[in-house]
């Protein structure tokens, strides 16, 4: 018996209304479009609201698809639309640069590159979710949550030196698990753990 389902089994599945079918596709795809859609319109809830809505129109769907990567593309292609109609809709006076680059002619190539970065920033959380326990927790509340040193230590009562140590530790193993990776996955976990470019230095890009 086979213990991680094969595309064909999920996609079969899915299209008869197989609920686990439907959870595999959540847990492959929720969290990319999420950040995809969260970039588009800097609102976290809208984004959430328009990945969950994209969701019933995938499941209303659900027989039109022979392949995860049509349902990709179907979703990737749904949010961006639901975005844009956001954002056109919205009584906001202004609009960031990204969203203005969006709603020009250049809105191609910056989705493009969104959609892009929401796809290695999950490989990037992906490597996250799997470092040690207290490593892990102690990015998370650092670098995601934008607590102090200080504040992790009295959250977690630990000393603020074992906080520093587990901040290094934990980016000294994401560098190692990210060495085989592309250049792109080097330079976003950059991004997100806002290291200073002495730090950047020191990691080693990928060959």
């Not at 599945?13 to 800097?42: D, H, I, T």
């Not at 799997?130 to 490593?135: G, S, Y």
């Not at 927790?137 to 607590?147: A, D, F, I």
């Not at 193993?173 to 976990?189: E, G, N």
């Amino acid at each position: 018996m086979r213990s991680i389902p094969l595309e064909n089994d999920i996609i079969d599945s899915f299209k008869k209304g197989g609920p686990e079918a439907l959870q595999s596709l959540l847990k492959q795809f929720y969290s990319p479009l999420c950040l995809f859609a969260e970039r588009l319109l800097a609102d976290r809830a809208a984004a959430e609201d328009i990945v969950g809505e994209s969701f019933i129109k995938l499941w209303n769907k659900r027989t039109n698809f022979e392949s995860t990567q049509n349902i990709k593309a179907f979703m990737y292609i749904t949010v961006r639309n639901a975005c844009l109609n956001h954002l056109k809709q919205s009584k906001r006076e202004s609009l960031s640069k990204k969203q203005l680059a969006y709603l020009t002619g250049e809105k191609e190539e910056f989705v493009l590159n969104e959609m892009i970065r929401a796809e290695v920033l999950k490989e990037i959380m992906q490597e996250i979710n799997k470092l040690p326990e207290q490593c892990r927790k102690v990015l998370k509340l650092g670098y995601l949550e934008g607590l102090k040193n200080q504040e992790i230590a009295d959250l977690m009562n630990i000393s603020v030196h074992t906080v520093k140590n587990q901040k290094a530790r934990a980016i000294q193993l994401l560098k190692i698990r990210l060495r085989d990776r592309d250049l792109m996955a080097f330079l976003l976990l950059c991004t997100l753990l806002r290291v200073t470019s002495d730090t950047c230095q020191n990691m080693q890009l990928p060959a």
